[in-house]
């Protein structure tokens, strides 16, 4: 029998997701020295190597992401996920796009379990290495696994979106959480020619991977690819329980209007939904189904910054007539979403992969082909 860990390395390499030099350092670095003896599996499932070591091992070499922390830690929260073990065929993915070769120095931000962070360090060696952890208990945890795995990369705890100057410049930053914006801390601590690679999105849409090379100018520009999603850094996390907290018909008035347009189309089309992200950026939409029932459900879109939101509701029995909007607040949601809609089919139904990104010390600046075609500029 071939042992798990083999069979994962095996299978990331016939997927022809690990690069032949980074083949070595998966073979070398197990995955489950880095996992807890209690995570969660993507069912939801608690999986305790305790009382199953045989279903913890299998998960812990299948290609899948596990859950290894909610609610920050806190013991008696309502079990948001806070940390994670990404999937390994994304992880491979991701240290492949970074393009990084022995003889260079990086800033991981996110140790989480520390797995990748020893990846980095059996390619380039410890002092090359240098990951920052948000959460004092999970940066602890991956300094003791990456010790007791033979690796000692510096781990700080700290705030990631800071950097870490005391090392600086690095030749590289890749980011294993998401960002909104993308600091500017990451521009000024890379060498000119460097590349910053984190995951990227809006509170509508999560997300893509941002890809950006540092230019002689102190500016980061590239382009978005990939389809990743994951946690965001802490102090950009997108509010929870939006429709619980905002929503309230029965006490708000409201516009009611009836639209032709079924969601699949923007929503549920991953490009015209990253699309629509980039110009209603603060914007979250969320789906709930009726109780039971698969073809009847609710979108609902929210700004907490206004308190505005639009439900739109879809009734197969009522789809000749239209679906049911209503829309509540400053800002008429729904019409901006048909706005941005038309726009992305305006341009041609650009794929993600048209749009870049461009971080300054001033703003953020989104474009469509090229910097002289902007979509959206944040400070």
């Not at 939801?44 to 290894?68: C, H, K, Q, S």
């Not at 993915?93 to 991981?108: A, C, K, N, W």
């Not at 999105?201 to 978005?224: E, I, K, Q, Y």
């Not at 549920?268 to 980039?278: C, E, P, T, V």
Request: charged residues 25%.
């Amino acid at each position: 029998m071939i042992p798990p860990h083999e069979k994962l390395v095996a299978h990331l390499v016939q997927a022809g997701d690990l690069p032949r030099h980074w083949r070595t350092a998966f073979e070398q670095v197990e995955r489950h020295r880095f996992l807890p003896d209690r995570f969660t599996d993507p069912d939801g499932a608690t999986v305790d190597r305790a009382r199953d070591e045989d279903r913890w091992f299998t998960l812990a070499y299948d290609d899948i992401p596990v859950i290894t922390q909610l609610d920050d830690g806190a013991e008696d929260g309502p079990g948001y996920p806070t940390s994670s073990a990404s999937q390994p065929s994304i992880v491979a993915d991701m240290l492949r796009r970074l393009d990084v070769f022995p003889g260079m120095r990086v800033l991981e931000v996110g140790t989480g379990t520390g797995y990748n962070a020893a990846l980095l360090a059996h390619l380039l060696g410890d002092e090359e290495v240098t990951s920052i952890e948000v959460d004092a208990e999970l940066a602890e945890l991956a300094r003791v696994r990456l010790m007791s795995a033979g690796f000692t990369p510096l781990v700080v705890t700290g705030d990631g979106t800071q950097g870490w100057p005391a090392r600086a410049p690095f030749d590289r930053v890749i980011s294993t959480a998401a960002v909104q914006r993308v600091p500017y801390h990451w521009v000024a601590q890379i060498r000119p020619g460097g590349k910053i690679l984190t995951p990227w999105g809006s509170a509508f849409h999560n997300g893509v991977l941002a890809d950006l090379r540092v230019g002689s100018d102190g500016t980061a520009c590239g382009r978005f690819d990939g389809d990743v999603a994951f946690m965001w850094v802490r102090h950009q996390r997108v509010p929870r329980r939006v429709v619980e907290t905002y929503v309230h018909p029965e006490r708000q008035g409201f516009e009611s209007t009836r639209t032709e347009l079924h969601p699949y189309e923007p929503i549920g089309d991953f490009d015209a939904s990253f699309a629509i992200g980039l110009r209603m950026p603060g914007v979250l939409n969320r789906l709930e189904f009726a109780e039971g029932e698969e073809q009847r459900f609710t979108v609902y879109l929210v700004d907490p910054d206004t308190g505005s939101w639009a439900s739109w509701h879809i009734a197969p029995e009522r789809q000749g007539s239209g679906y049911e909007v209503r829309q509540h607040g400053p800002r008429q949601l729904f019409v901006e979403l048909e706005a941005a809609y038309r726009w992305w089919r305006r341009q041609g139904r650009p794929e993600h992969t048209r749009f870049g990104l461009t971080v300054s010390a001033e703003h953020q600046l989104i474009w469509l082909d090229n910097e002289t075609s902007p979509v959206a500029s944040t400070p």
